[in-house]
């Protein structure tokens, strides 16, 4: 069940619900993980790196959201003798799951000396992966695609960067692999809890309401940046659109796992999974160090989003 807190998304009472130790070989940290429920089984894919600091990508599954058997081994790596090494060289980062056309995509950082790319894999197991290769120019990060096509085409956020800021934009391919007609569509407010950089998170929902995002906002500080999370309704026929935002975040760094490790100050899903009731299990990686989980209602993550003019 969940716990009581300050935020909008309650905490799992359990919370960290994946650790270091839990992971059933050596390695240097856990970061975040994708999420989807399939049937009535919940999967995570887990980011986690190795002791050569690349990041892999090691498979999950749960009865009930909480308490997850750990494979023994990844299910993916860094590519280092096909094609798409000189994409992935230094690593495969923050995957994002969506379900689409009877088939599991999974979009990722693919991470090189040349700077972060967007890449794209297939999968119907979740054991074997068909890499569809890389679909963006660096530098390029934080991508997921929604699970239909919007006019006949698929559709995806991602998060270019322009230096060290970052705002969320909206491209269109007629097959996945050739992405364009790209859009703004958010950017980060000045003197806000995402007045820095921001970044798409979890696979959107399709509500009522419109398309509903959940993403992270940065702030800079004197100490340092604090990440936090937030919601985002965009319009369901053109989610270049934005309906509302939240003005406030609806989970910040307050728990000692999220202020202390690896990356201090930072709350970060790639995964969200919405209940038949209406609950929505957001699943999140704590400082860059373990993997956590907290709920809300969807009406409530909903409400949280003020209209805009």
Known sequence: MPSFGHDLLQRYKNNPIINLEDIPFKCNTVF????IKIGATYRLLIRVENLRGQSVFLGATSGNGYYFDIDDFPCMFPDEEGPWTEFESLGIEDPRITELEGAYYISYTAVAPH?????????????TFERLGSVSMPPNKDGMLFPRKIGGRYVRLDRPMVGSMG???????????YWGDAKLVMTPRGNYWDSWRIGASATPFETERGWLEIYHGVKETSAGPIYRLGTVLLDRDDPSKVIGRSVIPILVPRELY???????????????????DGEVKVYYGAADTCICVATAPLKELLDACTAVD
């Open 167 to 177: 705002n969320i934009w909206i491209s269109y391919s007629e097959d996945l692999r």
């Open 115 to 127: 700077g972060p790319t967007l890449a794209l894999a297939r999968t119907h197991d979740f054991q």
């Open 32 to 35: 975040n993980a994708g999420a």
């Open 258 to 276: 999220e202020r202390l490790g690896d990356v201090g100050n930072v709350v970060f899903t790639c995964g969200c999974v919405l209940e038949d």
